[in-house]
């Protein structure tokens, strides 16, 4: 596929940086169908046009990227999902992770990464950003992996927890008691590898509730 084939959307809600890009890709010689200044308008426009690639900053007003990624998904869109960011945190890669996003790219990077990133994603492959340390990114996998030792009982008290359900509530819900929930609550914790501290997994689920609500 050469470059006039590969149409782009790009999604931002900073001016300058959208018409930035804007400008670097279509003077490079790609095809931009759109523009969105705001998550529902980004998601709206990748349904509508169907783009080849769309480019979205995580931080955007109404829905964030990944809400945008997971509902265009949902919704069986087949484009492929570049996020363009300031954070390289743990908890972000992991969100992208999660939502098996086909490239992460930081603002800071060149356009030259940016270009990189299209075509090795194009190629089929996943692509993070050179200018991420290897140590989050592992961080994140180990995360995922964690995740992935909870049985189905653990998953879905997880996940009441993440939604700031009490354990009283929980236990009703599945008519179980509470000593049940607590024994699970703290299964759960040794196989994350949380310190047995006050509200730990109560904190823990918050940090990472779209992650665990992804599950």
């Known amino acids: 596929m050469n470059k006039e084939q590969i149409t782009i959307?790009?999604?931002?809600?900073?001016?300058?940086?959208?018409?930035?890009?804007?400008?670097?890709?279509?003077?490079s010689g790609y095809t931009i169908i759109g523009q969105a200044d705001n998550g529902i308008q980004?998601?709206?426009?990748?349904?509508?046009?169907?783009?080849?690639?769309?480019?979205?900053?995580?931080?955007?007003?109404?829905?964030?990227?990944?809400e945008v990624i997971k509902m265009a998904r949902d919704k069986g869109s087949e484009t492929k999902f570049i996020i363009l960011s300031?954070?390289?945190?743990?908890?972000?890669?992991?969100?992208?992770?999660?939502?098996?996003i086909n490239g992460y790219l930081l603002k800071e990077d060149s356009f030259f990464e940016i270009e990189r990133c299209i075509n090795e994603v194009i190629a089929g492959n996943v692509y993070f950003s050179k200018s991420i340390d290897a140590q989050p990114i592992?961080?994140?996998t180990e995360e995922l992996k964690r995740l992935n030792l909870l049985t189905l009982s653990e998953t879905k008290i997880?996940?009441?927890?993440?939604?700031?359900?009490?354990?009283?509530?929980?236990?009703?819900?599945?008519?179980?008691?509470?000593?049940?929930?607590?024994?699970?609550?703290?299964?759960?914790?040794d196989k994350l590898g949380l310190k047995k501290e006050n509200n730990v997994l109560t904190n823990w689920a918050l940090m990472n509730r779209s992650t665990i609500l992804s599950q």
């Open 9 to 27: 959307i790009v999604a931002d809600d900073h001016p300058m940086l959208l018409k930035g890009l804007h400008d670097e890709l279509t003077g």
């Open 42 to 66: 980004a998601l709206e426009i990748v349904l509508k046009l169907k783009p080849t690639i769309a480019l979205l900053d995580i931080d955007m007003p109404v829905l964030n990227g990944f």
């Open 86 to 100: 300031f954070h390289k945190e743990s908890y972000y890669l992991v969100q992208a992770k999660t939502f098996q």
């Open 138 to 140: 592992m961080q994140a």
């Open 158 to 189: 997880l996940k009441l927890i993440a939604q700031k359900i009490s354990n009283q509530e929980i236990a009703e819900s599945l008519s179980l008691s509470i000593r049940t929930i607590e024994k699970h609550r703290s299964n759960i914790i």
